[in-house]
């Protein structure tokens, strides 16, 4: 069974870090593209950063850019979201997805095939 596992959520306070993995389980993620997404209460999904199967092309939406870092590490078939001078803003759970073909466009939620379950961020003072 192929399953996606986030973990490393939790209450920071603004300013603070987090990192945050998604562990593969029933699958390799070496072929995959990986995305983490994330979703505050009444808000759509919005693509947070991604990372292509080799590792070497990222992407990053513009407000989490300079302050989170993708990466992946296949030989522990983990990706992991740093996530670092937190803000109140980023409160949303977070999600890491994983789609096997390659992608123009990693940000926009819809081309995943597979998705976790979720990790809760909540920063606050």
Known sequence: QLQLVESGG???QPGGTL???CAASGFTLDDYVIGWFRQAPGKEREGVS????SGRVTMYADSVTGRFTI???NAK???YLQMNSLKPEDSAFYYC???RR???MCLPPDPYD????GTQVAVSS
């Open 97 to 99: 997805a994983a789609v």
């Open 114 to 117: 597979y998705w976790g379950q």
């Open 71 to 73: 990466s992946r590490d």
């Open 102 to 104: 390659r992608l123009s």
């Open 10 to 12: 939790g209450l920071v």
């Open 77 to 79: 078939n983990t990706v």
């Open 19 to 21: 990192r945050l993995s």
């Open 50 to 53: 991604c990372i292509s199967d």
